[in-house]
């Protein structure tokens, strides 16, 4: 049971819903059109971290769903409803790229965090769920941080 506003709570998993999917996005086209330094190592670890957004994605509609709601359904919905936004890869170099993900990540860290705090004590299954996606996003940000590490070592 959930001891809250249940509306509240579909809203703001849809907006979480929306920066996964854009996210999703934003780590499968950069993979595309990487450039640079480092190109190969950071396009498997983009395509990798896509992946993971679309489980998110996933993850979030399926407790959206159990919890009667209904997750935004248009594309062009998702930038009415997203916390973090979408950051086109204009400049397909390998450092820029990395750069707007990790802004990407600390975002959704953010987000993540707000929801961990409003259903730690209302709903434990929701705070779980969003428990597991934070977690894979401080790895997400870990991981990018390492590809810049090591480019500054090269």
Request: with cysteine.
């Amino acid at each position: 049971m959930v001891d809250m506003d249940v509306d509240e709570l579909v809203e703001l998993l849809n907006k979480a819903f929306a920066d996964e999917w854009l996210a999703y996005y934003q780590y499968w086209i950069g993979a595309q059109v990487l450039e640079g330094q480092m190109h190969g190592e950071a396009e498997a670890e983009l395509l990798e971290h896509a992946n993971d957004e679309l489980r998110h994605a996933q993850m979030l509609a399926d407790r959206i769903i159990q919890l009667d709601g209904t997750p935004v359904l248009t594309p062009e919905d998702w930038y009415e409803h997203t916390n973090c936004g979408y950051e086109a890869p204009e400049d397909p170099s390998v450092k820029t790229i990395i750069h707007q993900n990790i802004e990407g990540e600390q975002c959704a860290i953010k987000v993540y965090r707000k929801l961990a705090d409003m259903t730690r004590d209302t709903d434990p299954v929701t705070y779980e769920i969003v428990l597991e996606i934070m977690r894979d996003e401080i790895e997400h940000e870990d991981d990018l941080e390492g590809i810049l590490d090591d480019m500054k070592h090269m």
